[in-house]
């Protein structure tokens, strides 16, 4: 074996940002949501995962409807249901 292939080679990092800014919460002014968001949007606003966030529209408690092959959530229902 050689010197070098005993050497550890770096970790790649998963993002640039610090580990901490990775998994807060971003603040979003609620008043400059558009009418119809995306249900990775909705994720981010209840602070859950995005495959959280499509269990929850499955279920029905998020409300949303496909526009294509996309779905989209209704910011209206969305802030009643948060208390906004």
Known sequence: MTAKS??????ARESQRPR???HAPRRVDLSS????ITVEEAAE???VSR????RAVTA?????FKV???LK????????????
Do not use: N
């Open 20 to 22: 901490a800014a990775r």
């Open 45 to 47: 606003l209840l602070d």
């Open 68 to 70: 294509g092959r996309k």
């Open 6 to 11: 005993e050497q550890q080679r770096p970790r």
């Open 60 to 64: 029905g408690q998020i409300q949303a």
């Open 73 to 84: 959530v209704p910011t209206a229902p969305l802030l009643r249901k948060l208390g906004v």
């Open 51 to 54: 495959s959280a966030a499509y």
């Open 33 to 36: 949501l558009p009418p119809v």
